[in-house]
């Protein structure tokens, strides 16, 4: 029910006839998305723009949702890498300050 509810959500976002011809997607909740649903909806949208089928229009549309979509799954793998760095330099703290305590 979820993917029907985010597929439904990915198609009215992207491929709406609410915008006007020349006039981007709604991308005002991307940044409000975790990584996993960033991540779905744009394997969605890679699927359907490699079905093909959509009118010239749709297909720029989901490719600039596309292109939002990945750039916020790059924020949060970035932000991932940042704390698993800080994890480890931790470590790497408490393993010198213990050396240096023999």
Do not use: F, K
């Amino acid at each position: 029910m979820a993917q029907q509810n985010q597929n439904a959500d990915t198609q009215q976002n992207a491929g709406s006839p609410h915008n006007a011809p020349g006039t981007g997607p709604d991308l005002s909740d991307v940044d409000g998305l975790g990584y996993e649903q960033a991540r779905e909806q744009l394997v969605d949208i890679v699927s359907r723009l490699e079905a093909g089928g959509t009118t010239l229009e749709e297909s720029l549309q989901l490719w600039e949702r596309g292109e939002a979509l990945a750039t916020r799954c790059e924020q949060w793998l970035d932000g991932a890498r940042e704390r698993l760095d800080a994890a480890r330099a931790r470590r790497e703290d408490r393993e010198q300050a213990a050396s240096s305590n023999e």
